[in-house]
């Protein structure tokens, strides 16, 4: 019995040649950035005026201060009134991954752990954001400690970014530790303080919770909606195919790698099989209704589906709902 449980991972069960290499990079922007090209690219602006490409609204024309050379000259004839038309410069954008690397990000019963799956989104948004010269870092949160890895900009960056978050060593099972995910996020906002785009790869699964209300918000809500009063946030919520579809096997060993938790069950009993997925659905409701509140943008990946595929439906269609969805609260500049 004790037999199929599934091992604790020794290491990474997506090789970095198979994640970033030259040719398995060109591979993934022909799948991926090409079909995306005029979504991502080109589409934050400068957190402050000033000048460069972008134009803004016109206004009355300054004698003595402002140039001539920005004359609207559209609006003035139709105003017959002198208007110029500033610019706002285009800006590197800060790009912040945050990993949940703790215990239960481990599981993968389709040949790749979680873990692995959120670095393989990391990395597809590395490549989107990379070509505009945006600056990309990571924190990876374990039970213990906050690794940082510092944001830089250019594609062997990127390549030292992910083969870092490939080797980083595995944490066994029940390691203990002071960090949560609400703490992880409420981290990042702390010393990030620099506007830009946020990712938090996670499975949003917290030790021991066994809350299924919607009404009632995870421990990492609240962290999450403050994150997103000045970010752009993308919440990459990260499952297994056995975590949603429990199996038909006979009797197995269920253990919370992050707990003491451990009990038998005998899944050829529908009934089990039926209140098992039950929960899981009203779980993973749980999370979206969550994610909902906190406005925020969320992309739910599977061990036992196209990653690739699952992205670039996400960023096609992200587009024309990520103004209503990253509205910031009354009263904050956007």
């Not at 490939?166 to 303080?193: C, K, S």
């Not at 929960?279 to 509140?293: D, G, L, V, Y």
Request: with cysteine.
């Amino acid at each position: 019995m004790v037999a199929s449980v599934l091992r604790e991972p020794t290491g990474a069960t997506i090789p970095l040649s198979k994640l970033a290499p030259e040719q398995a990079l060109k591979r993934l922007e022909l799948a991926v950035v090409r079909r995306m090209e005029g979504y991502l690219h080109g589409d934050h602006r400068g957190l402050l005026p000033g000048s460069g490409s972008e134009t803004n609204d016109a206004r009355l024309y300054v004698p003595g201060q402002d140039d001539v050379r920005k004359m609207d000259w559209a609006v003035t004839a139709r105003t017959q009134t002198p208007h110029v038309r500033d610019t706002i410069a285009d800006r590197e954008l800060e790009v912040w991954a945050l990993l949940d690397a703790t215990p239960s990000m481990n599981w993968g019963t389709e040949g790749v752990t979680k873990r692995d799956l959120g670095i393989a989104a990391i990395a597809t948004i590395g490549f989107l954001s990379q070509k505009m010269g945006d600056r990309f870092g990571a924190l990876i949160m374990r039970p213990d400690a906050m690794v940082r890895i510092p944001a830089r900009s250019g594609r062997m960056a990127l390549y030292s970014l992910l083969r870092r978050l490939l080797t980083e060593p595995i944490v066994p099972d029940h390691a203990t530790g002071d960090y949560t995910l609400a703490r992880g996020i409420d981290q990042l906002a702390r010393t990030q303080r620099r506007r830009g785009l946020r990712v938090v790869v996670s499975d949003f699964l917290s030790p021991g919770e066994t809350e299924l209300d919607p009404d009632i918000p995870p421990e990492w809500e609240r962290p999450l909606r403050r994150l997103a009063v000045k970010n752009q946030v993308i919440c990459v919520e990260v499952l297994d195919r056995r975590e949603v579809e429990f199996p038909d096997v006979g009797d197995i060993l269920i253990r919370d790698p992050e707990s003491d938790f451990a009990r038998y069950i005998n899944t050829s009993d529908a009934a089990a099989r039926d209140r098992f997925n039950a929960a899981s659905q009203a779980q993973r409701e749980r999370t979206r209704i969550a994610f909902r509140r906190a406005g925020v943008a969320h992309i739910q990946l599977r061990t036992d589906r196209d990653w690739v595929e699952d992205i670039a439906r996400f960023v096609l269609s992200y587009r024309r709902v990520a103004g209503q969805l990253h509205q910031p609260p009354q009263g904050v500049a956007k």
